[in-house]
C-alpha cells in the first residue's frame, strides 16, 4: 500500500508586515454623551477614550480591510497571488454568507486563495494569527492574510451605557510567511462558554425578523467582563509569556485588546510590565474595533516609533464568547 505524500514542513513563521485603515470620522465624548446621559468626563475616566474613529455611511468594512490589506502586502513586498489563504477575523459582516473573506482575497488579486471568516470577536485576530502560523509551517500556504475588521457602529445603540459609547470602525491586516527563525510563539486559547452572554447582542436576527426584537445591538454586563479580563487574562498572558521561554522585560511591547484604558493598565501591573516595555494604548483616539484593535495598535507603534523592527510583543486579545487568545510575535 502506498503512502500518503508528506507536505514538505516549514520550521518557522512570523509578520512580514501590517496595513491599517479607521473609519473616517472622529466621534467625540460630547457626541456620545448625550444620548447615554453622561459626560465628557465620565467616559475619559472610564475608558480612557477621547475620540473614537467611525466610518461614514459609504465606508464599508470591506472598504477598510482592502486599504488596510493593500498596505500589508506592499509592505511585505510579495504578489498577492503569492497568498494562499484569507482570513478574516469580524463580527460586523453585514452577510451571515458568503464569507467577507473570500470577497476580500477577489478584491486585493489573492485569486483562488483558501478564504474564510472568524468569529471571535476581540479574539478574533489573534485568532486568525494562530491559525496562519499553522498554515505556514504545516506548508499548506506560503503567505497568509490576516484581517481584524469591524465595522461596529452599524450594531451601535446610542442610549445603551454598556458598550455603545467604546466603539469604534477600523481594520488591521498582517501578511505571515515562513521565516529562518521563530516569530510567532504557542498560541494560548480558549473559551469560557459559562459567560457566553456577558457580551453579545440584543437579539437574534430570527427574532428580528419575526418582530420580537428592534435591530439586534451589542451590549455588556460591564463589571463582570472587567473581572474576567483582568483576572482570568493575566493568567492566559503569563502562560503565552512562558510558552515563548520569555520575560516581562524582554518584551518591547505590550499590545493587549483595547478594552479601554482601564483593564490595559491593570493587565500590565498583573505582569509586572517594566517601563521599558511600551503599552499600547490606540483606544484613546480610535477606540475599541473588537477584532481590528491589536493590529491596529501594533500598526501604531511602529508608525510612531515608539517599537522597533525585530523586537517582541505581547499581544492578548479577549472578548465575547468568552474567547481569549494570546502569543508573542516579533514585530515586522
Same mark, same amino acid.
Given at each position: ?7 514538505? %514542513? /516549514? ?38 477614550? /477621547? ?9 464599508? *468594512?470591506?472598504?477598510? #480591510? ?21 482570513? *478574516? ?11 467577507? #473573506? ?16 472568524? +468569529? ?63 516569530? /510567532? ?28 426584537? +428592534? ?13 474576567? #479580563? ?15 521561554? *520569555? ?10 485588546? %483595547? ?13 509586572? /510590565? ?39 510583543? *505581547? ?18
Amino acid at each position: 500500500m502506498k503512502q500518503l505524500k508528506q507536505t514538505e %514542513q /516549514i520550521k518557522f513563521s512570523r509578520i512580514y508586515a501590517l496595513g491599517a485603515a479607521r473609519g473616517d470620522l472622529a466621534v467625540t465624548n460630547d457626541e456620545i454623551a448625550g444620548p447615554i446621559d453622561s459626560s465628557d468626563e465620565w467616559i475619559r475616566q472610564r475608558t480612557g477614550i /477621547i475620540t473614537r474613529k467611525r466610518a461614514s455611511a459609504d465606508r464599508s *468594512l470591506m472598504d477598510m #480591510a482592502i486599504e488596510a490589506s493593500n498596505e500589508a502586502i506592499g509592505k511585505a513586498g510579495i504578489d498577492a497571488s503569492e497568498i494562499g489563504a484569507v482570513i *478574516l477575523a469580524t463580527i460586523s459582516f453585514p452577510y451571515q454568507t458568503p464569507s467577507g #473573506a473570500s470577497l476580500l482575497a477577489e478584491s486585493v488579486g489573492a485569486h483562488g486563495a483558501a478564504a474564510y471568516d472568524i +468569529s471571535a470577536a476581540c479574539a478574533g485576530y489573534c485568532y486568525g494569527i494562530a491559525q496562519a502560523d499553522s498554515l505556514v509551517r504545516s506548508g499548506v500556504a506560503k503567505y497568509v492574510l490576516v484581517v481584524g475588521g469591524e465595522k461596529l457602529s452599524d450594531f451601535v445603540e446610542p442610549t445603551d451605557r454598556s458598550i455603545s459609547f467604546l466603539l469604534g470602525d477600523g481594520a488591521g491586516a498582517a501578511i505571515v510567511g515562513p521565516s529562518d527563525h521563530p516569530g /510567532i510563539s504557542k498560541t494560548v486559547w480558549g473559551s469560557d462558554g459559562s459567560n457566553w452572554d456577558k457580551v453579545g447582542m440584543t437579539g437574534s436576527l430570527i427574532d428580528f425578523r419575526d418582530g420580537k426584537t +428592534s435591530w439586534p445591538t451589542l451590549v455588556q454586563e460591564g463589571q463582570s467582563v472587567f473581572r474576567w #479580563a483582568v483576572w482570568e487574562m493575566a493568567k492566559v498572558a503569563k502562560e503565552a509569556l512562558a510558552a515563548a521561554g *520569555l520575560e516581562p522585560e524582554d518584551l518591547s511591547a505590550l499590545v493587549t485588546h %483595547q478594552a479601554n484604558t482601564r483593564i490595559i493598565d491593570e493587565l500590565a501591573k498583573q505582569l509586572n /510590565i517594566p517601563e521599558s516595555v511600551v503599552v499600547a494604548r490606540d483606544i484613546v483616539d480610535t477606540g475599541n474595533t473588537s477584532a481590528a484593535s491589536i493590529p491596529l495598535a501594533m500598526h501604531r507603534l511602529l508608525a510612531e516609533g515608539q517599537v522597533k523592527s525585530g523586537g517582541y510583543a *505581547l499581544e492578548i486579545g479577549f472578548g465575547a464568547g468568552l474567547a481569549y487568545a494570546a502569543q508573542v510575535v516579533e514585530l515586522p
